[in-house]
């Protein structure tokens, strides 16, 4: 299957600092998504993104398919930004719907 | 508008026991997703229902089984648990590329 990395796996903000997360993937897909899991467990779609720039508020995102790769920007990061962030990828040549998500990057936002 | 629901929150199960996992949406979804989520790892799916009257398997789909009832609810259904079911299980459903997931189900198996 699709591999998916990310990077960092942690990262300690603080609060105000603005931070750049990763993620790798070793296939061609036409489905990227970025989700945020609060820590108490809910996750929240912030970016349904399989190419270009989005942006919403203070976070941003950038998929380079031809690349393999996406970036997640915080800016001006706040103590609810805490959390982990997934990324999760659709191989084009899957089924629609499956998705594959990476490790997570565990971000930490001390006041 | 309650977005998608699971229930129930947490469950203890003893090996060899069995349970079904509900989920609905009001979101008028097609597609509905199981994941699970174990410590220090992502989402991993065991089944998906891509319309009403369909299922197909996901990633991890051995020792589970589902059932589309119709287009709001989409069950998961373990019939022997087993310690390695032990997880956060999810629920999501889509109308188009973008899943919403429900709250989880905490599930622990003795």
């Known amino acids: 299957g699709i591999q998916v990395e990310q990077s960092p796996p942690d990262l300690i903000l603080q609060e105000g600092a603005n931070s750049t997360l990763r993620c790798n993937f070793s296939?061609?897909?036409?489905?990227l998504q970025w989700f945020h899991q609060n820590p108490w467990g809910q996750l929240i779609n912030l970016f349904y993104?399989?190419?270009g720039t989005k942006q919403n508020g203070r976070l941003s995102a950038t998929t380079v398919a031809t690349e393999r790769y996406s970036l997640l920007y915080i800016s001006s990061s706040q103590t609810t930004d805490s959390g982990v962030y997934f990324c999760?990828?659709?191989?084009?040549?899957?089924?629609?719907?499956?998705?594959?998500f990476g490790a997570g990057t565990q971000v930490v936002v001390t006041p | 508008n309650a977005g998608v629901t699971q229930t129930p929150k947490f469950q203890v199960l003893k090996t060899g026991q069995s349970m079904t996992l509900q989920c609905a949406q009001d979101?008028?979804?097609?597609?509905m997703y199981w994941y699970r989520q174990d410590p220090g790892m992502g989402l991993r799916l065991i089944y998906y229902?891509?319309?009403?009257?369909?299922?197909d398997k996901g990633e991890v789909p051995n020792g589970y089984n589902v059932s589309r009832l119709n287009k709001r609810e989409f069950s998961l259904r373990l019939e022997s648990a087993a310690p390695s079911q032990t997880s956060v299980y999810f629920c999501?459903?889509?109308?188009?590329?973008?899943?919403?997931f429900g709250p989880g189900t905490r599930l622990l198996v003795l």
């Open positions: 979101m008028n979804h097609n597609s």
């Open positions: 296939d061609s897909v036409n489905n």
């Open positions: 999501a459903s889509s109308a188009t590329e973008t899943q919403y």
């Open positions: 993104i399989p190419s």
């Open positions: 999760a990828v659709e191989r084009t040549t899957d089924s629609w719907g499956k998705l594959q």
């Open positions: 229902s891509a319309s009403e009257g369909t299922t």
